[in-house]
């Protein structure tokens, strides 16, 4: 049945079109129209439909050839049956040269539409990566998408939640070999790999402003939002980890302009909901698709690099994320928000570890209590995810006491001060800026001791992190070394077995602030200083060294970098009372490592457990611990010093305990 069309349409891309008489195209061309409803035939059995496909498959360097045939040239290519050959470019004019984009994607998605195994064989041809990057890319007059070029009215819609059709197609082909297809955008065949970015997320405007375009209607009479938007989303998520393609999207703001798109065709719903003009049921579901095409673009931020990422997550947080999941809250069924793909907790597990950060802390905290907190009694049939929910909240409750700069740790980087001594305002040296000092009496300490060693090369650091984008101010380490603190301070008071292992074993306490205690583990310092040293920087090895041996005097560092034992002195601290705790904050492609050393100072007994002490005021009751000295330093790109130390991490995904 389907060998006639096929044999010639092959037949005909076999010739050169010049060679060709018009009806011969005309002939492949209705071919094309023909097999692209195949899924409508009957089929005597699954066997005989799946090898109809097969030869689809066989033949579709084929039918992409009369496909880009149909679309890329002139309609007045034959002119007294000579061909012209003449190509149209990207921008398509109204009437018969957009209808032929038209007409070709909706063949192209008729064929495709019933069979993911079909799209699946036929995205192996970079013919068809490339024919649907041209539908992708193809404009009107002005630069808007060519959306719904077919220009159907909407009486034709197949469904209320139509999908465009090159949307559709260049979704389909990109997510089965996204790999490919970076390679074609980045190649820059049909447009800079610049303008693609572009065109891109002018597409996803464009369908947040569908009443703009001509020839649709606009919502709530036709809907082509929601699944529309998750293809552009997806599809921009899946390009971005290519690393080029990543960088663009970020250039843009790609993440934050996607957000604010969906959150305010979230408010549309809303709006059209207390009109009565949908139901509460379709306001749910449209809700809840938008909700889980922003747990996606959420995921976004983990393909950016360098401190990008802290922009996205701020600008997302700014944008409304946690209004949109409050009002989804509030709207939807709590299976679109916990089951399946978890949105609700994939936004806040990509997004929950940057809370270290005091800028995005600030508004994290306050739209928690603003949106989630009041809809949190949604929860209460999915005990689990109220619970995470809970943990986050006192947490966060717990952390904002440290957003006054004044209620930060403060930490002088002269080793000979004394720690009982008042610590003054800090000031950060004025060219390197990456050491701080309580006063001008310790800056001269340590520059003598050892500052005026390293200064140039910690300048020569610090102005490469502000070339890429990373500088890291001493407000934010005071912040993170804060909350380091607290929660440290919490798993000793709370759990016997730990305080008794750090004063028996004297050993390193590994941990993340953002990631369950229980995932932390002790290091013996011998080994510890075996796996760590070779991250530690040269222009700050005297700092770590000196550090070491203010907690445990009997190691000394050789010349040769090897750890060795020396001979003992009079150690002037009891085991007990200083601890050691390396911390790991990691972004992306880059890690933030603390090497803090404590000195308990009292002794607290808790009566309450982790989460009750964790909400504690510290302000209030003071503290067990003081910093007495911490190093601070990057790897970039990320050596995965966590992962080395901590073990693969399989715990929780919210900053919960």
């Not at 409508?40 to 033949?59: C, M, N, Q």
């Not at 572009?198 to 369908?207: A, S």
Request: charged share 20%; proline share 5%.
């Amino acid at each position: 049945m389907i060998e006639p069309y096929l044999k010639i349409m092959n037949d005909g891309a076999a010739a050169r079109l010049v060679d060709l008489r018009r009806e011969q195209v005309d002939v492949a061309v209705i071919c094309l129209s023909i097999v692209s409803s195949h899924s409508g035939w009957r089929y005597s059995s699954p066997l005989h439909r799946a090898g109809v496909e097969k030869r689809l498959v066989e033949s579709f360097e084929s039918i992409v050839y009369w496909a880009d045939c149909m679309m890329s040239y002139a309609p007045n290519a034959f002119t007294n049956d000579k061909w012209t050959g003449r190509r149209i470019g990207l921008e398509r004019k109204p009437g018969l040269e957009l209808q032929t984009v038209g007409r070709t994607a909706d063949i192209m998605y008729n064929m495709l539409s019933n069979s993911k195994s079909l799209r699946e064989a036929v995205s192996r041809y970079e013919s068809f990566l490339k024919l649907a990057l041209l539908f992708w890319l193809v404009t009107v007059p002005g630069g808007k998408p060519a959306i719904n070029p077919a220009a159907r009215p909407p009486s034709q819609l197949v469904t209320p939640d139509h999908t465009d059709e090159p949307t559709a197609l260049f979704h389909w082909a990109n997510a089965e070999n996204p790999e490919v297809m970076a390679k074609l955008i980045l190649d820059g065949t049909l447009c800079s790999p610049e303008e693609f970015v572009q065109r891109t997320m002018r597409r996803m405007i464009c369908f947040a402003k569908v009443n703009t375009i001509p020839h649709l209607s606009h919502f709530p009479d036709v809907t082509l939002e929601t699944r529309n938007f998750q293809c552009v989303a997806f599809s921009i998520g899946t390009l971005m980890a290519n690393k080029p393609l990543s960088s663009l999207f970020s250039d843009v703001g790609a993440p934050e302009i996607l957000v604010k798109i969906l959150v305010d065709a979230d408010s549309k719903f809303l709006s059209a909901r207390k009109a009565k003009v949908i139901t509460q049921a379709r306001c749910a579901e449209l809700m809840g698709d938008n909700l889980f095409t922003t747990g996606r673009v959420a995921a976004m931020v983990l393909q950016t690099d360098g401190f990008r990422p802290m922009r996205h997550v701020h600008n997302i947080f700014a944008a409304g994320i946690l209004s949109m999941l409050g009002n989804c809250m509030s709207t939807c069924n709590i299976s679109q928000l916990t089951e399946g793909n978890a949105p609700m907790t994939a936004i806040f597990g990509t997004l929950g570890g940057f809370c270290v950060f005091p800028k995005i802390f600030r508004l994290l905290h306050h739209d928690l209590h603003r949106y989630i907190v009041p809809n949190s009694s949604v929860l209460r049939k999915d005990p689990q995810s109220l619970a995470q929910l809970d943990g986050t909240v006192r947490r966060a409750d717990a952390w904002a006491q440290y957003m006054p700069k004044d209620a930060r740790v403060k930490v002088c980087d002269n080793s000979l001060h004394v720690a009982e001594a008042a610590r003054g305002s800090p000031k950060t040296c004025s060219r390197c800026h990456s050491v701080v000092y309580c006063s001008r009496q310790c800056q001269r300490e340590d520059w003598r001791s050892r500052h005026r060693d390293e200064c140039h090369h910690m300048y020569e650091d610090y102005l490469e992190r502000k070339h890429t984008d990373t500088s890291y101010s001493h407000h934010t380490r005071a912040f993170q070394l804060s909350l380091l603190l607290h929660v440290y301070e919490t798993a000793m008071c709370t759990s016997p077995t730990w305080a008794n292992e750090i004063r028996a074993n004297k050993v390193v306490k590994i941990m993340d602030p953002t990631r369950p205690v229980v995932e932390s583990v002790f290091e013996p310092l011998k080994r510890y200083l075996k796996r760590v040293r070779p991250f530690v920087p040269k222009f700050k090895m005297k700092r770590f060294d000196d550090l070491i041996e203010m907690f445990d005097p009997t190691y000394a560092t050789e010349a040769d970098g090897v750890v060795a034992l020396r001979t003992p002195g009079t150690d002037p601290h009891n085991p007990g009372e200083l601890s050691l705790v390396h911390s790991i904050i990691q972004i992306t492609d880059i890690e933030i490592n603390f090497i803090v050393l404590f000195r308990r100072v009292r002794t607290t007994t808790s009566n309450g457990g982790f989460e009750d002490f964790m909400s504690r005021d510290a302000r209030v009751g003071g503290s067990d611990f003081e910093v007495l000295q911490f190093v601070w330093f990057y790897n970039s790109p990320a050596q995965f010093v966590l992962d080395k130390l901590l073990g693969t991490y399989t715990g929780d995904s919210w900053f919960t305990s």
